[in-house]
């Protein structure tokens, strides 16, 4: 049973720095996609989410436009946790963050890529 537990949400200021983690345990794999989405606070994860955030096992970064050049991805030399650093946050990147982890390592930008799903975990920025 592949299980994926996120860190590090809490509130911070418009402008502020925030550290999410990922930690996956179970998979079977020694190399596969992890990712990050969010989805707006109250409503429910959708199927087909972009992903937000990625890095390949093979380390390829991939950021969605509305956080590229503020976010960073990276992962562990293990694999297992990801990371992603959150830098100059506004009040429209205040979300639930959640990852996926797929069972495949390539097309990690693909959100149909991902087959679990972590639980979330919440972030608010203020203005």
């Known amino acids: 049973q592949v299980h994926l537990v996120e860190s590090g949400g809490g509130s911070v200021e418009t402008g502020g720095s925030r550290t999410l983690s990922c930690t996956v345990s179970g998979h079977t794999s020694s190399q596969y996609c992890v990712g990050w989405f969010r989805h707006p606070i109250g409503q429910e994860r959708e199927k087909s989410a972009r992903?937000?955030?990625?890095?390949?096992?093979?380390?390829?970064?991939y950021y969605d436009d509305s956080v590229k050049g503020r976010f960073a991805v990276s992962r562990d030399n293990a694999g297992n946790t990801l990371y992603l650093q959150m830098n100059n946050l506004e009040p429209d990147d205040s979300a639930i963050y959640y990852c996926g982890a797929a069972t495949r390592a390539y097309g990690c930008q693909l959100s149909d890529a991902y087959t679990y799903w972590g639980q979330g975990t919440q972030v608010i920025v203020s203005s």
């Open positions: 992903v937000l955030a990625t890095i390949s096992p093979f380390g390829a970064p």
